[in-house]
């Protein structure tokens, strides 16, 4: 059990970290504890080179209950986007670019009203437009059943 350090909206718990192998201090908002809706509260401290995570659980008088280690972890970011525009077209690899100035063109399509316009076989064009929404220049909707490509956000 470790004792609190008091700040006005934060509070500062000292806990020891058997992967660093010292003490370390994590700093909370009180309002994180003081509007939990259960006891303890879990709280993950990701710190340290390599990065790992410490979770504590603090009870509501900001005492630590126990404490957990993972030593490793993963972030999962959200995928990057550019949505596809003339800008884009520009720097598009050379054999997206039929498929991308029919998807400027219709916005919102899927791989057989892409080869109506490119004349390529939908076959084909399904492959290019998975490739350009893994490249971020697309996002992939579920209509009904079917997939359908968009240009991500707004129209300019
Ligand atoms: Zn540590």
Do not use: W
């Amino acid at each position: 059990m470790t004792q609190a350090e008091d700040t006005p909206d934060n509070v500062t718990i000292p806990t020891f970290c058997h992967k660093c192998q010292q003490e370390i201090y994590i700093s909370l908002p009180k309002i994180l504890i003081d509007n939990a809706n259960s006891y303890p509260v879990s709280h993950a401290h990701l710190h340290g080179n390599p990065p790992h995570v410490l979770v504590i659980y603090v009870d509501r008088q900001y005492f630590i209950r126990g404490t957990e280690l993972s030593e490793t972890v993963t972030v999962e970011r959200a995928r990057k986007t550019t949505p596809l525009s003339a800008m884009v077209l520009l720097r598009i690899p050379p054999r997206f670019k039929q498929t991308a100035m029919a998807m400027l063109k219709l916005r919102q399509a899927n791989s057989t009203e892409i080869a109506a316009i490119t004349g390529k076989t939908q076959n084909a064009e399904s492959k290019y437009l998975g490739a350009m929404f893994r490249l971020g220049y697309l996002e992939r909707i579920r209509v009904k059943r079917f997939f359908q490509y968009a240009i991500p956000g707004k129209s300019r």
